[in-house]
């Protein structure tokens, strides 16, 4: 089987079991727990070793099946596609940066079914250092808080260690419990478990460290991946649209011009978003793009993202009214969980570096980005 194959026939174990991950998403969203059935869910089906290369047991997720994976997750349950997108992260991480070794002993613990997630977010009040290969503080905003068993953190080497950052790699048993989910009461994404993480003491050896320091910035990556988010994203606003489609037809409210306008706009929003990620997921996985141009793009797809999800998620609501705003109305947890998802960090930042990138282009508005 080539890797195209094997990411296909992957994709197909993955739609298998999104309906029974479908029934669950509203039970995980009114009384948070942790998604574990999910997680066990994707393990049985091959998704937590699939974006590995065929030779460390995955499908290397080629061509566009990364992409479908991502959206199809979206659709299904945001909180799920933002754990997963999170695991994807950490294992292209770890195949960039980390020894051979390190490579394949994530492979053999994505293959034993272990989440891993990225945890890099700080706060004022809870940092992470590293000091005499002992990592002192935590972490806020860590996704999978709890169910996450091998997390890619940063820390900072502290002064006399010359500082930067390092990734390192901690395993977390399930049964020594460090994260604190207290402070997690957003209006969405509730079942993301995205808490804070007590790391204080864990002894840091020389294999838990992966790649040089800083190398969790590196660019194009760093900027770049935000592709994968995006598809997530993407994935739950065509669930909108879908599901305003569908209440259309099915209330036979369609053929009022004020409701055919707004599902017609809301339709181009979600072909626009979907036509951006796929190119910039394209951009970013083809070889010998000019690293300069696919981080502009990306930047840029960001902001194209979240203005359609604004405007699919505001005329949705305004098609179908109050009902959209009622449980157990699929659009009423969907419209929470992709309104909070959508806040990712620096969004004026990056739209402001796609225009320089622009300004700086030698080729016209149309041409830039051949
Ligand atoms: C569901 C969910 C799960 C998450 N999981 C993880 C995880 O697993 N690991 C992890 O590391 N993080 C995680 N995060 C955190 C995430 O990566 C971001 O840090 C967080 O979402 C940033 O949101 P923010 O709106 O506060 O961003 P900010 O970057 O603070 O942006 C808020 C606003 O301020 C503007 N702004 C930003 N910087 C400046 C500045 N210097 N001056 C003026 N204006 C500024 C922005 O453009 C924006 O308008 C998660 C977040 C969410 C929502």
């Given amino acids: 089987m080539d890797t195209n194959q094997a990411s296909r026939s992957q994709l197909e174990r993955l739609r298998d079991v999104l309906p029974t991950i479908a029934q669950r998403a509203t039970a995980l969203d009114s009384k948070p727990g942790l998604p574990a059935k999910d997680i066990e ?68 613990a994505a293959l034993d079914g272990r989440l891993f997630g990225v945890w890099n977010t700080e706060s004022p009040s809870l940092s992470l250092r590293l000091r005499d290969r002992i990592l002192r503080g935590g972490k806020v905003l860590c996704s999978g808080a709890g169910l996450v068993e091998r997390a890619l953190v940063t820390a900072r080497w502290s002064e006399a260690d010359g500082e930067g950052q390092q990734m390192v790699l901690v395993p977390l048993p399930l049964s020594t419990p460090r994260a604190d989910l207290s402070a997690w009461t957003p209006t969405g994404m509730r079942a993301s478990a995205t808490g804070s993480v007590d790391l204080e003491g864990v002894a840091v050896t020389p294999d838990m460290m992966i790649g040089a320091r800083d190398a969790y910035q590196t660019q194009p990556d760093f900027s770049t991946g935000a592709w994968r988010f995006l598809a997530v994203h993407l994935g739950a606003l065509e669930e909108v ?48 793009a000019d690293p300069d141009h696919v981080i502009a793009y990306v930047d840029l797809a960001r902001g194209v993202v979240e203005r359609a999800a604004l405007d699919v998620m505001e005329l949705a609501n305004r098609s179908v009214g109050l009902q959209a705003f009622m449980q157990p109305n699929p659009l009423e947890r969907l419209v929470r969980d992709l309104s909070t998802y959508l806040r990712q960090p620096g969004p004026d930042h990056a739209l402001v570096r796609g225009a320089a990138a622009a300004l700086r282009s030698r080729n016209r508005v149309g041409e830039m980005w051949q």
């Fill in 41 to 108: 869910d994707l393990a049985a089906a091959g998704l937590l070793v699939a974006p590995f290369p065929p030779s460390l047991g995955g499908s290397g997720w080629s061509g566009a099946a990364g992409f479908d994976a991502l959206r199809l997750l979206g659709r299904t349950n945001l909180s799920l596609g933002r754990l997963y997108e999170g695991h994807v992260n950490a294992i292209r991480l770890i195949l960039r940066h980390g020894t051979s070794d390190q490579q394949e002993g994530a492979s053999v």
């Fill in 241 to 288: 649209a879908e599901l305003l489609r569908s209440h259309l037809t099915r209330t036979q409210r369609g053929g009022d011009p004020h409701q055919a306008a707004r599902l017609g706009n809301a339709i181009a929003a979600a072909e626009t978003a979907r036509l951006w990620v796929q190119s910039a997921a394209a951009l970013t996985e083809q070889d010998g």
